[in-house]
């Protein structure tokens, strides 16, 4: 039987085209999600003989007999997702990340497995040197601001991973995700690409929190899980830390921006959405921090596995207002899935 990978968190937005890319290279994947922000229709479009789907809490899976039996490398997606999430339930958010992180990274240190995890570029919480980089000192803001505790419970979990690197030759890498986007993210959890482009296909308008001058660098999720895979194979990255995202900046009111220009040509026009704007205290509530800049240093990335990204901001927006507008579009893909 072909080697199997493990994804746990693999019915969500990143780990679904994760599946899909290994897939696509012939392999089997088994899926350890536990729905609770991942959705099985992410995975409809696979072939179906080659995805396993199991509905199970990643600690709770791995508790299981043989649960690692058959795979040959784990991918360790499954987290809480999304600021508003955070935001909402900090306390049951830090127990799930840091409890499963350091049950999948044992599991995986027992077993003798290569593991990859997925920490954030939340752990640089408000670092106010950029770009940002991965030996960089973090600093976090108050703890009665609960936007951190999302960013400490990932440092937590790099730390786990590289000791175990070190303490007993688990092979592990560690990638800081920077904004993530592309087909099948949704903006429930107040990413701001797919919230910015379902209004405008709605013809609602745009909300921008603040006065839209904070800047952030997106990347497509098709480049960003090429990142994993490559970096999964590469000796030269294990029991190490690596920024995975774009260093394109944009301001939040620019891509509202292009997205309502974008909207407006792909329509003929019969759609010219709006902008609003949004205090942050209104959007988060009271004593809410965003940072006002984030954009990684690539290079540890870049010398480690020749990355560069495939997908311009505006070709993954195109792509995605198509996927509205015109849902029969050659090369759909399905669209951004349901809204609130
Ligand atoms: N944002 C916005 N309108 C929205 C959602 C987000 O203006 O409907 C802003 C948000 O305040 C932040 C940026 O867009 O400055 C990116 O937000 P997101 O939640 O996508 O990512 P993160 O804050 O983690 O970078």
């Known amino acids: 039987m072909a080697p199997t990978t493990l994804i746990t968190g693999g019915a969500g937005f990143i780990g679904s085209h994760l599946a899909t890319r290994l897939t696509g290279g012939g392999e089997a994947v088994r899926v350890v999600d536990d729905l609770s922000t991942g959705r099985q229709e992410n995975l409809a479009h696979l072939p179906q003989d080659q995805v396993e789907l199991i509905v199970a809490d990643a600690a709770e899976y791995l508790a299981r007999p043989n649960a ?27 127990r799930n990340n840091v409890e499963k992180t350091a049950a999948v990274l044992e599991a995986c240190a027992d077993a003798g497995l290569p593991v990859l995890i997925a920490s954030s570029s939340e752990v640089y919480g408000k670092c106010p040197v950029l770009p940002l980089r991965e030996d960089m000192d973090l600093v976090f803001g108050p703890t009665s601001a609960s936007r951190w505790s999302y960013g400490m419970t990932k440092a937590i979990d790099e730390h786990l991973a590289i000791d175990l690197a070190r303490q007993r030759g688990l092979r592990s890498v560690v990638i800081r995700l920077f904004n993530t986007i592309g087909p099948r993210q949704i903006g429930r959890y107040g990413m701001v690409v797919p919230r910015f482009v379902s209004a405008a296909a709605a013809g609602q308008p745009l909300t921008v929190y603040g006065d839209g001058s904070q800047t952030r660098a997106f990347c497509d999720v098709r480049d960003v899980v090429g990142a994993m895979t490559r970096l999964m194979d590469e000796p030269d990255a294990y029991g190490r830390v690596f920024n995975v995202g774009s260093d394109q900046q944009t301001t939040i009111d620019q891509l509202a921006d292009r997205v309502i220009a974008l909207t407006a040509s792909r329509s003929d026009g019969r759609r010219t959405p709006t902008k609003r704007y949004v205090s942050y205290e209104a959007a988060y509530g009271e004593g809410f921090e965003d940072p006002p800049h984030r ?24 792509e995605l207002i198509d996927d509205l507008l015109l849902p029969n579009a050659i090369g759909s893909t399905g669209g951004l899935g349901e809204e609130e």
């Open 68 to 94: 690692l039996q058959g795979i040959h490398r784990v991918y360790h997606l499954a987290a809480a997702v999304g600021v508003q999430l955070i935001v909402d339930q900090p306390a049951a958010m830090i």
């Open 295 to 318: 954009l990684p240093d690539l290079t540890r990335l870049r010398e480690t596995i020749g990355f560069s990204p495939a997908y311009s901001l505006e070709q993954t927006l195109t």
